[in-house]
């Protein structure tokens, strides 16, 4: 028993080690002080945090990655939280043939994607422009934010709506005050994914997007197709940094969630 | 009375039930007012392009408006011996109106899909016929190029008469109709996809196999271990996850790299003599896929194995059941939906990846969409990269259909 035990004690622990070891090992290489990609380190600055901060391509692609991603985000939320409460208000006819294509950019390849996206939008003047690219994000974002804010919204008690409604309010006041501060932890996180994706997403950008719309993942491809600059790395701790930050609010809310269910 | 009382009742109940159906009613055009905007959005934005995309994969109208003549009289044409005069002619005159017009290039361009060359071979001639001729139309065209003696030049002109057309599909498979119309495999320098088919599905199964025998032992460590190491290793299950693809392709990279990580390191342990090449083949694409997808395995086998009680192993070992028994027959069959799920979930993505192979591998390592990006972008030849995002898209619905009617999607919740 103990060999076995012991046995795959190591495996899962070599395995969790195998996860978290190559973001590991590209943070403090980022705060090098030379230009090697390998250790000892010969010395420790912010050499490469000055140079992406000085650099016009990085700071635009940050720029775009945080304007896309926001913009994305308010329209995918809006939307995908709009449709989730639809589908749980009542059954309509077709709902799940409706869920199906709401999932739908879910399941479709990205490549599949990337070139649909750029045929289409191109005649429509969308290819190489933020708005095309916000509204691409935003397709790929919504399904997160329908599940998550469905998955709350199955917690959520129907006669508040009903109270709420003998007591007079409309159905816009009964919204605002008795359902979204309840199901507001799930409107959150899957605000939350949703910036995830676009900040994440790599393969439609790089198709759709024009030179003027490069975002963090398309400079740091064209900078891995390149030589490797320890700029890049750089870029990839404050990824790591912010993917970590996100993740810690989405387990946060949930968390919060969690606590106010009876 | 009592009768009178119960038609009362009756009426009652039928006006509540009235005012229910039209409350209900109304909930569900609300409902639908909800759900519209995000449907339409997705329905125009997304699903109406990817359809006109795909739709090009059958579709073939860029011949028959430009040679509209030619394409007609061929429309009889058996494809076992060069057609008769009154094609000829027909082709001669459709060059010459189609090179006043300048609307012959993008036909070239289509017609080169099919056959090297016959770019030239439609340029040229109808810069060579532009001129007044005397005698037979036939040998006229021969002289202006001799590949218009030649069945398989006609049979490419049939080919794409349009409006519909199995070309691109069959192209995609490594075949190809010939003249007389009859399907065969195309010349072995020529059959490219169903070697990159075979490659995708075995790097897609292989990266699964592995996600799998990786993922098995650390969720079960997670699911079975005190709240504090499961926090903590779960931990580093979700950092990767949230992580950007590119972030760790670019760490495998940055780590493999002749002058990265594992180099030094294994060079300076002796095990290496002089930095090898890490990078660019199939080790690389496969190690950092398995990094990338490995979260998609364990969370939903670690979300099976929560619901598994404890107290199933010990009873078992308690029956005097061997550890190992124990967990062939108490414990891996209940694991079942999430095994079905995890793989489930890391064939499909394994099947689209397009970042890393194009980064991390070399020429014989480019997956599918790796082509599907290559037609669409290098050569313009919408048409082949359609009817490959076809297969793909097909092949991808076809396993998630499949396994939502073997298994059903209500087994697992990976959240």
Known sequence: ?262 | MAHVAAIETGKAAAALARRARRAGYGQKVSAALLVLPLLLFVLVAFAAPIGAMLKRGVEDREVAPVLPRTIGALSGWSGTALPDEPVFAALVEDLREARAAGTLPSAASRLNHDQAGLRTTLIGSARRLAAPFEGPAREAVLRADPAWGQLETWGALARARGPWTDFFLLAALDLKRDAAGTIRAVAEEQAVFRTVFGRTFWIAAMVTAITLVLAYPLAALIALSRPAVASALLFAVLLPFWTSLLVRTAAWMVLLAREGVANHALVALGLFGAPQQLLFNRFAVVVAMVHILLPFMVLPLYAVMRQIPPIHLRAASSLGAHPVSAFRRVWLPQTLPGIGAGCLMVFIQALGFYITPALLGGGADQMLPYFIGFYANQTVNWGMAASLSLLLLAATLLIVGLYGQLVGFGAVRTS
């Open chain 1, 1 to 262: 028993m103990s060999a076995i035990r012991l046995a795959w004690w190591v495996v899962g622990l070599a395995v969790a080690v195998f996860l978290v070891a190559p973001l590991l090992v590209i943070v403090p290489l980022s705060f090098s002080d030379g230009s090697f990609l390998h250790f000892p380190l010969p010395g420790i600055g912010m050499r490469w945090y000055r140079a992406f901060f000085s650099s016009d391509f990085w700071l635009t692609a940050l720029w775009n990655s945080l304007t896309i991603g926001i913009a994305s985000t308010i329209v995918a939320t809006a939307l995908g939280t709009l449709a989730a409460i639809g589908l749980w208000l009542a059954v309509i006819p077709g709902a799940s043939a409706i869920m199906a294509v709401l999932l739908l950019p879910l399941v479709v390849p990205a490549i599949i994607t990337a070139v649909a996206l750029t045929f289409a939008y191109a005649p429509v003047g969308l290819a190489s422009t933020h708005g095309g690219l916000i509204i691409a994000h935003a397709l790929l974002a919504s399904p997160f934010v329908v599940v998550t804010v469905g998955a709350t919204l199955s917690q959520f008690d129907r006669t508040l709506l009903r109270a709420a409604s003998s007591c007079g309010a409309g159905p816009v006041t009964a919204f605002r005050r008795v359902m979204l501060p309840v199901i507001l932890p799930g409107v959150v996180a899957g605000a939350v994914f949703a910036f995830a994706t676009s900040l994440d997403e790599s393969v439609v950008v790089l198709f759709l997007a024009g030179p003027s719309q490069r975002t963090l993942p398309r400079q740091m491809f064209a900078g891995l197709k390149d030589t490797i600059e320890l700029t890049i790395l750089a870029a990839a701790t404050m990824l790591v940094v912010l993917s970590l930050v996100l993740m810690l609010l989405v387990r946060f809310l949930s968390a919060r969630g969690e606590a106010r269910r009876p």
